[in-house]
Structures are given as C-alpha cells and as structure tokens.
C-alpha cells in the first residue's frame, strides 16, 4: 500500500526525471549526424574520447551513446514530452555500418569503443516503435529497412551456432557485464580451475541474445510489411517462430520453470537462475502455461527473483549472488548484474506482467522500484545504476538516467 509520504516521493522522482531527462540529449557532433544520447545525464559527451579508460570505469559517468541504453532511453523520453528521438538513434546507428552489417554498440562524437561487440538485437524494435508513433500512413525509410536487415543478418554470419540458436561475442557484448549465467561454469570452480579466465560466454547459446532476436525478427516482419515488401516480412516471420520453437526446445527447464543457457561443448543446461533466463517470457517468445511457471515459480518468488527492492539480476537461491557496487570480467572492472536491482529488467518484468493481464503483480514490482529509486534520490539527490535488492541502497554510478527513465512508465502502471 503506498503511502502519503512513498506517494511524495514518487511525484518528487517523476518531476526530476521531466527536468534531468532532456539533459542527456546532445546535439549532433562529429561522427553523430543526428541527436543523440548519454545514459548519464548532466554531462560532457564524449569528454574522455581520449582517454585509455573509459569514465564509466572510474567515475561511474557514462559519456558515450550505448545501444540499448539509447533504445530504451528513446522509448521512455515520450513521456517526458521528448518525440523523434528513437528515430535519430536508429539513424546514427545506423550510419555507422559496416559493409557486413556489423554496427558498433558504443559510439561518441570522435570515437567508437568496445571495438568488435555488435550493436545488441533492438534497433528494428525501437523504430518500429517510432514509427507506430507518428500519425497518418507509416511510411519507412527503404535505407533505413536494407541497413536492418544487413544488420540482423549479420547475427546469422557471426553469433549464429549451427543448432540454429544464436551465441554473444563475449559477456561484456551482452550488457550483462559479469553475468554468471555466461561465467558460471568456470567461475565458480575457480579454487580448482588455474584457467579461470577462459570464460565459456562467447559459446554459450543464450537465452536473452534469442529471446530479443525473436522480437527484433517480429518487428522487421511488420517493419517491411509496412514498407510493402511482403517477401522480406514473410521471411521475417518464418524466421521469428522457428527462433521461438528452437528456444523452447533446447533452453527450457522443466524442472526449474525457467530457461538456461545451453552450452554446446558439454552439451549441457547452465543451471544458474539470472534474469536473463526470463527474457523469453519478457519478450513474449514462449506459450502461455510456460510464461506462467516462469512468473509464478520465478519472477514472483521471494525465494527466488523479487526482492524488497523489485527484481533482482540473479536470484537470491543462488550460491554465488551479492550486492557488491562493481563486478569483475576476467581483468576488466565492470557493472555488477549479480544480484543487484536494475531498472531495466524490471521494467520489462512489469511490461511483460501487464501484457499477460496480471495487473496486481505488475504493481507489486513497479511499486518496489518506484519507492527504491525515490527513497535513493531523497537520501543521494541523485539517481544510481543499480541498487541494493535486498535494503535499496544505492550502489554505483550516479547521475545515471538512461533505462532508469523507463520509472515514468512504472509510474503510469502505479496511476
């Protein structure tokens, strides 16, 4: 039950995120000809282009334009009266291709970093989104429909295992900087193991990189449907639901209610519960009874997923969750997703509750997050990357906006 001072908060959280929102959009510079974004917000956009390390390594600032940071950010900005932004992230994106399709997923005005991780599966899902936006008969840019389709085939040349399913380059192309899900096996055993840094994440077939290809397959299938090419939307289709089946058949636990990634050379289930193993209910790839174990037993379990402050990176049950403020990749320091509470996750939590009608569980998550991030922002003055799942304390990087926008959708949800 929210109360009159949570309700204070949140009003305080929304009118901050209306004022700090546009400040994360930069004007077009150098190798960006269109506007683009930073997931912090109050910030000189690529103000360490020159440097070895990054800032987001040191301060915790976030100087570049990030993939899905932009994609969800550009989503979320609507709300804050912010309209056309998802288009021009598309667009810069976009710019930047390579002949073989490859696009980089982080990118500033003079330089682009993470140099070989692809630009993650959601650019055809974010301008479909603009596109359903505008009014009137959608019309596509035919160039912008050719560059997402060499883009996505440039998932089936190179992140594509011959069972059909698709791999990540490595954890940090993932997003999920030090994910267990994909560091596991060896991680764990690393008191017995000398060869700890041989990580198996550029292997595994994982189920967030299949989940998010099956909606990113259904958006170009009406994407090029609008632009009036039925036999790309047709293959669009066919591809999307012979991606489905493929994740159902191969990833899903029966036993656990939930789907683990698949690891090729033991020909074994990686038996980790992170949230990364929910994205096929997220995005909405399986049926209905196995969306409804995956909630019921898994999403909706305090002994699993939620927690006081919404839903945790990997679940409490698990021998290896913490609450540390940053993680470790072999050498490199990075975000920590092993346990703590992002925004990002839990928004697509609660989309996916409310796209399955369950209207009482959504709030219940929605509320938890909306009250972590105001209480942080009353006791901080700012907002976090992530926060503690277990008290809502913040942890790293502050002055971070980016997905943490998506609260505005949160807070509709709470209306």
């Avoid at 991606?243 to 698949?262: R, V």
């Avoid at 050498?331 to 839990?346: A, T």
Wanted: aromatic share 10%.
């Amino acid at each position: 039950m929210r109360t009159a001072s949570t309700t204070a908060q949140a009003k305080k959280l929304k009118h901050f995120f209306l004022a700090k929102a546009k400040s994360c959009i930069h004007q077009p510079k150098g190798m960006l000809k269109y506007r683009f974004v930073t997931p912090s917000y109050d910030v000189v956009a690529g103000a360490d282009d020159a440097s070895e390390v990054s800032d987001r390594s040191t301060t915790g600032h976030y100087l570049q334009m990030y993939d899905w940071d932009a994609c969800f950010f550009s989503q979320a900005s609507v709300k804050a009266g912010i309209e056309g932004l998802a288009e021009e992230v598309v667009a810069n994106f976009l710019s930047l291709q390579e002949g073989d399709g490859h696009i980089p997923r982080t990118v500033s005005p003079s330089r682009i970093w993470d140099n070989g991780d692809q630009c993650k599966p959601f650019l055809a899902q974010t301008l479909l989104f603009s596109t359903e936006r505008k009014p009137g008969k959608p019309v596509i840019d035919s160039r912008h429909l050719e560059g997402l389709d060499c883009y996505l085939k440039y998932f089936d040349t190179h992140r594509k295992h011959e069972s059909g399913l698709y791999f990540w380059r490595n954890v940090l192309e993932s997003g999920v900087d030090d994910n267990l899900a994909l560091l596991y096996p060896l991680e764990a055993a690393k008191g017995k193991n000398e060869d700890v840094a041989n990580f198996p994440d550029g292997r595994l077939l994982a189920a967030d990189i299949n989940a998010y290809l099956v909606a990113e397959f259904r958006a170009m299938t009406k994407l090029a449907k609008l632009a009036g090419n039925e036999k790309m939307s047709a293959q669009y289709d066919a591809k999307a639901s012979q991606l489905a089946e493929k994740i159902d058949a191969l990833l899903w636990s029966q036993e656990d209610s939930i789907y683990y990634n698949y690891d090729p050379k033991t020909k074994a289930h990686c038996r980790l519960r992170a949230w990364t193993g929910l994205c096929p209910v997220i995005m909405g790839t399986t049926n209905a009874a196995r969306t409804q174990a995956v909630i019921e037993n898994n999403v909706m379990s305090a002994e699993h997923f939620l927690r006081k402050a919404g839903i945790a990176s990997v679940a409490a049950s698990e021998p290896l969750y913490n609450q540390a403020k940053r993680g470790l990749y072999g050498r490199v320091i990075c975000s920590n997703w092993q346990g703590p509470m992002w925004v990002l996750p839990n928004a697509l939590v609660v989309r996916a509750l409310v796209r399955e009608k369950k209207h009482a569980a959504a709030e219940k998550v929605a509320e938890r997050v909306v009250n972590t991030l105001a209480s942080g922002l009353e006791s901080r003055g700012t907002l976090y990357e992530n926060y503690h799942a277990d008290t809502g304390e913040p942890l790293f990087a502050p002055q971070f906006m980016s997905w943490n926008s998506l609260c505005l959708e949160l807070l509709g949800v709470l209306d």
